[in-house]
Nanobody, 122 residues
Framework: QVQLVESGGGLVQVGGSLRLSCAAS????????MGWFRQAPGKEREFVAA????????SYADSVKGRFTISRDNAKNMVYLQMNSLKPDDTAVYYC???????????????WGQGTQVTVSS
């Protein structure tokens, strides 16, 4: 079992930056692939970024490529999402997810956090 708790959301102006953090419990965290998703009002949850168990592979949605960076610190059981050049379309609840699979291919995302709100104001 893995429990995930997100933090770092808030209100930011267009062009600003935020860093989201996800704290994970469980001794097997370092073997899990991790991901970030988001859900805007009235829209379905969408994939944002993912990172493999060791951090060697990452994947991003086209909409955030070049602006967002996912990283992890297995020694601290933490995953991060650095978000730069934020746009109003980035406004959403951001969720951290974990997958028992080590890679970031064909993930099913077995565990989810409660989410943290990010609001980008113009």
């Amino acid at each position: 079992q893995v429990q995930l708790v997100e933090s770092g959301g808030g209100l930011v102006q267009v062009g600003g930056s935020l860093r989201l953090s996800c704290a994970a419990s469980g001794r097997t965290f370092s073997t899990y692939a991790m991901g970030w998703f988001r859900q805007a009002p009235g829209k379905e949850r969408e994939f944002v970024a993912a990172i493999s168990w060791g951090g060697g592979s990452t994947s991003y949605a086209d909409s955030v490529k070049g602006r967002f960076t996912i990283s992890r610190d297995n020694a601290k059981n933490m995953v991060y999402l650095q978000m730069n050049s934020l746009k109003p379309d980035d406004t959403a609840v951001y969720y951290c997810a974990a997958d028992r699979k080590r890679s970031i291919v064909d993930n099913t995302w077995d565990y989810w956090g409660q989410g943290t709100q990010v609001t980008v104001s113009s």
